[in-house]
């Protein structure tokens, strides 16, 4: 199957500080990547669908300027924390859609273990 | 909103039993996905389902499209410490939606 790569797997940062979390799809090009969030035992929570070149699509609820997200490429999307808070601790998951293979798949990343303090 | 339900939320059996795990919509999908996650790493894919009432065997997993591809069916045969888990199921349509997850232990 289709590889997804997140970098870093774990993170802990001092309340205030911004965290940069990187999803790369390491053997397709990605037309769209998703970045969800996860409390422990739940379903993801889409935060926002990003596309290759283009703004991304934010979820109701969730701040823009607090979760930034950019789509430089076609195989690397990032999610970025700004201003990291505790209540921002969890675990951030993305996953990537591909060009020219079945539809109605995605391919995850291993996620993110975030931790603020 | 939550397009897809799945039932139960929760669920512990012992090693050996036998279960099933739902997943409702009152939405037509063209295709469906099973994904199963373990603590701390990301979702992985199990199977997809694209045809109404198709049927899918992946070892001791069977999975089953609706007739109207609104729902769809994990049943699990002797379950094994080794499935224990988080099942998603997800929907493709305009988007992709997420069903509700079941936790699933099996104990030993």
């Known amino acids: 199957g289709a590889v997804v790569s997140q970098h870093p797997s774990w993170v802990i940062c001092k309340s205030g500080t911004s965290v940069k979390i990187e999803c790369r799809s390491l053997?397709?090009?990605?037309?769209?990547m998703f970045w969800y969030r996860q409390f422990p035992k739940q379903s993801l929570m889409l935060m926002a669908t990003s596309n290759e070149g283009s703004k991304a699509t934010y979820e109701q609820g969730v701040e823009k300027d607090k979760f930034l997200i950019n789509h430089a490429s076609l195989t690397l999307s990032t999610l970025t924390v700004t201003s990291a808070h505790p209540e921002d601790s969890s675990f951030y998951i993305c996953?990537?859609?591909?060009?020219?293979?079945?539809?109605?798949?995605?391919?995850f990343g291993e996620g993110s273990r975030l931790t603020v303090l | 909103t939550q397009l897809l339900e799945q039932s139960p939320q929760f669920l512990s059996i012992q090693e050996g039993e036998n279960l099933t795990v739902y997943c409702n919509s009152s939405?037509?999908?063209?295709?469906l996905q099973w994904y199963r996650q373990e603590p701390g790493e990301g979702p992985v894919l199990l199977v997809t389902?694209?045809?109404?009432?198709e049927v899918k065997k992946l070892k001791r997993l069977t999975f089953q499209f609706g007739d109207a591809r609104k729902d769809s069916s994990l049943h699990i045969t002797a379950a094994q410490p080794g499935d224990t888990g988080l099942y998603l199921c997800a929907g493709a349509g305009n988007q992709f939606y997420f069903g509700t997850g079941t936790s699933l232990t099996v104990i030993p």
């Open positions: 939405s037509v999908f063209s295709s």
């Open positions: 389902v694209v045809t109404g009432g």
């Open positions: 996953s990537a859609a591909s060009i020219g293979r079945n539809t109605g798949e995605l391919f």
């Open positions: 053997d397709f090009q990605a037309t769209t």
